[in-house]
T-cell receptor, first 114, second 113 residues
Framework: AQSVTQLGSHVSVSEGALVLLRCNYS??????LFWYVQYPNQGLQLLLKYTSAATLVKGINGFEAEFKKSETSFHLTKPSAHMSDAAEYFC????????????FGQGTELSVKP | EPEVTQTPSHQVTQMGQEVILRCVPI?????FYWYRQILGQKVEFLVS????????KSEIFDDQFSVERPDGSNFTLKIRSTKLEDSAMYFC???????????FGEGSRLTVL
């Protein structure tokens, strides 16, 4: 069975500081990995995805994530946080061979201080 | 830009009542999903639907739940007899193919009193 663990339910950074949101996965088959963002009172928006191509994936809004098979990790980073980045971030794993449903992590709430 | 739309945005109901949550997926999408998020918890998969039938469902999706695509555009989730623990945000999602990006609606918040 596949699963995702996000370390830290709440991360707080200062504006301009590095953002690092941690995600570790468990999968018996090569995984497809995703990061979604949820702004208050809104749905889930795809930030980026890894589908077995390049291990460093660039997404929207300056975010990127690196797939590290040896560490079973897919951490999300952004060099310089902006106030507008404050939101809930979800890491998810999917096995397309089983119909493509997503298994989500618990979520990490990112706060950005001025 | 095409989007998944959900109605209602918020529904309050009494325990034991039937609720229908409606979704209009993106028009050329073929795979449809319902997820739910209980307040403060993770987003959980409920059910996937393809080719007019359920392709997979979770343990949460018991006999109280059903899904339907009645007219080729709407995709509905029915909860036959709501319980307090059904209170959650319910998200509809759709995609073109098995490997495609999953697009989510903005959710329907269900409150069961």
């Amino acid at each position: 069975a596949q699963s995702v663990t996000q370390l830290g339910s709440h991360v707080s950074v200062s504006e301009g500081a590095l953002v690092l949101l941690r995600c570790n996965y468990s999968s018996s088959v090569p995984p497809y990995l995703f990061w979604y963002v949820q702004y208050p009172n809104q749905g889930l928006q795809l930030l980026l995805k890894y589908t077995s191509a390049a291990t460093l994936v660039k997404g929207i809004n300056g975010f990127e994530a690196e797939f590290k098979k040896s560490e079973t990790s897919f951490h999300l980073t952004k060099p310089s946080a902006h106030m507008s980045d404050a939101a809930e971030y979800f890491c998810a794993v999917s096995d397309f061979n089983q119909g493509g449903k997503l298994i989500f992590g618990q979520g990490t709430e990112l706060s950005v201080k001025p | 830009e095409p989007e998944v739309t959900q109605t209602p945005s918020h529904q309050v109901t009494q325990m034991g009542q039937e609720v229908i949550l409606r979704c209009v997926p993106i028009s050329n999408h073929l795979y449809f999903y319902w997820y739910r998020q209980i307040l403060g918890q993770k987003v959980e998969f409920l059910v996937s639907f393809y080719n007019n039938e359920i392709s997979e469902k979770s343990e949460i999706f018991d006999d109280q739940f059903s899904v339907e695509r009645p007219d080729g555009s709407n995709f509905t989730l029915k909860i036959r007899s709501t319980k307090l623990e059904d209170s959650a945000m319910y998200f509809c999602a759709s995609k073109t193919g098995r490997g495609g990006e999953l697009f989510f609606g903005e959710g329907s918040r269900l409150t069961v009193l």
